[in-house]
C-alpha cells in the first residue's frame, strides 16, 4: 500500500470530483448557491471530525479495512470540496476579476499553509500520532471558520451588489445616480434575495453557448493539471535525497516534505498571485495553449531524478538533490500562473448571466485534467 499510496489517493480523490462537478453544473440553477456551499462544508467537517477521532483508534487489526475507510472518506471530502470550490467560483464570475484570482490565490495559499502545518507538525511533535492529530484538528478549525465566513458574505454592501442578477444590478446603479431615494431605500433594495441566491429558474444552463465561448480556456486548464497531477504529489514525494544514507535530518526527514510539498505549493501560490498585476498572453492568444502544451516536458524530467524504488527503468540522470528542487519550483510556478490565467478568463468570455455557470463549467476542465491526471500517475509509478 504504501508504494502506491499516493496514486490511490490521487484516484480516489479526483474521480469522484469530477462526478460532483457535473453534478453542480446540473444544479446550477435548480438548488442555491447557499444550499450548495453550506452543505458541502457541513460534510467536509463531519469527515474531518471522524478522521482525527481515528487518529488516536488503533486499527493495526483491521488494516485493509482502515484503506478502504481511508479512501472511501478522500473520495467523499474531494467531492464536497468540489462542489464547494466549484459553486464559489460560479459566485465570484459575477465579481470583478480580481476577485475571481483572490479566490483562486487563496486555494494556492491553502495548500501552502496545509504544507507548512505538515512540516511544524513534523518538527514538534513528538510522535506520528501527535502530529497527525493537531494536523487534522488545524482542517477542523479552518472549515469551521469557512462556514463562518461565508455566512457574513450577505451582509457585506460589496458583495450584496455583485451577488444581484445582472437587471437589479442596473436598476440599483440607475436609482442612486438619479438620487431619488434615500439610503434607506437603497440599503432595503440591496438586501432583497435574488433568483440566484435563494431561488432559481430550475434550467440547465446552455452547455453548447458556453463551451462555444471558453472550450480553448477549459482544455488550457485541462491540460495543466493534467501534467501536474501525473508528477505531484505520486512521482515527486517518492524522489529521495541522493545523501539519504548518510542520517541527516535533513535527507532522511524533511527532504520530501520541504523540497516536494512545501516547495510545490508556495511556488504554485506566488504563479497565482502573479496573475493580480500580469495577465499575459490573453483569452484569445494562441501562445497560451502553447505554454500549457510544452509544460509535458516535466515529466521526463522528474521520471529522471532520484525516483525510488525503481523496478524499470534504472538510470538517474539528475542525481543531485538540487536538482529536483528547481524543477519542482517550475512545475509550481507555471501551474499557478497557467492555470489561474484560463480559469479567470473563462466567466468573462461569456454573458454575464452565464458566468456562474461558465465558472462550474470551469472546475469540470479542471477536475477532468486532475482525474485524468491521476490515472496516468498510477501508471506511470508500475512503469518505473
Not at 289 to 298: E, G, I, N
Not at 317 to 332: C, K
Amino acid at each position: 500500500f504504501q508504494s502506491y499510496f499516493e496514486s490511490y489517493l490521487s484516484v480516489a480523490s479526483t474521480v469522484p470530483s469530477v462526478l460532483c462537478v457535473i453534478l453542480n453544473f446540473l444544479m446550477v440553477n435548480k438548488i442555491s448557491s447557499n444550499t450548495r456551499i453550506l452543505t458541502s462544508l457541513a460534510i467536509m467537517l463531519v469527515i474531518f471530525l471522524m478522521t482525527t477521532a481515528l487518529v488516536k483508534t488503533d486499527t493495526s487489526s483491521w488494516t485493509k479495512e482502515f484503506f478502504t475507510v481511508t479512501l472511501a472518506s478522500v473520495a467523499i471530502v474531494s467531492g464536497a470540496s468540489n462542489i464547494f470550490s466549484g459553486s464559489i467560483f460560479g459566485i465570484t464570475g459575477r465579481f470583478p476579476m480580481k476577485n475571481s484570482q483572490a479566490v483562486i490565490s487563496g486555494q494556492g495559499m491553502g495548500g501552502t499553509v496545509s504544507a507548512v502545518a505538515s512540516v511544524v507538525d513534523l518538527a514538534a511533535a513528538g510522535n506520528v500520532t501527535d502530529s497527525a492529530f493537531a494536523y487534522f484538528m488545524t482542517a477542523v478549525v479552518f472549515i469551521f471558520l469557512c462556514i463562518i465566513v461565508y455566512l457574513i458574505l450577505p451582509y457585506l454592501q460589496y458583495s450584496k451588489y455583485y451577488l444581484k442578477i445582472p437587471e437589479e444590478r442596473v436598476q440599483t446603479a440607475a436609482v442612486i445616480s438619479n438620487g431619488s431615494t434615500t439610503e434607506e431605500d437603497i440599503q432595503q433594495n440591496m438586501t432583497t434575495p435574488t433568483q440566484s441566491q435563494n431561488g432559481s429558474s430550475g434550467v440547465i444552463p446552455p452547455l453548447k453557448t458556453i463551451l462555444k465561448k471558453n472550450i480553448v480556456l477549459g482544455l488550457c486548464v485541462f491540460y495543466v493539471f493534467m501534467v501536474s497531477i501525473i508528477i505531484f504529489p505520486s512521482i515527486s514525494s517518492n524522489i529521495e535525497s541522493i545523501n539519504k544514507g548518510s542520517g541527516s535530518q535533513w535527507s532522511n526527514k524533511y527532504f520530501a516534505p520541504l523540497t516536494c510539498f512545501l516547495l510545490y505549493n508556495f511556488a504554485d501560490f506566488c504563479g497565482r498571485q502573479v496573475t493580480a498585476w500580469i495577465q499575459i498572453p490573453g483569452p484569445k492568444s494562441k501562445f497560451l495553449p502553447t505554454l500549457v502544451v510544452l509544460r509535458t516536458v516535466f515529466i521526463p524530467l522528474f521520471v529522471f531524478c532520484n525516483y525510488q524504488p525503481r523496478d524499470t527503468i534504472k538510470v538517474v540522470f539528475f542525481n543531485q538533490d538540487l536538482y529536483p528542487v528547481i524543477f519542482t519550483i517550475l512545475l509550481g510556478l507555471s501551474n499557478g500562473y497557467l492555470g489561474t490565467l484560463p480559469m479567470i478568463y473563462g466567466p468573462k468570455v461569456v454573458p454575464k448571466e452565464l458566468s456562474e455557470a461558465a465558472g462550474v463549467g470551469m472546475s469540470f476542465f479542471l477536475m477532468s485534467g486532475l482525474a485524468m491526471g491521476s490515472a496516468f500517475s498510477v501508471l506511470l509509478v508500475h512503469l518505473i
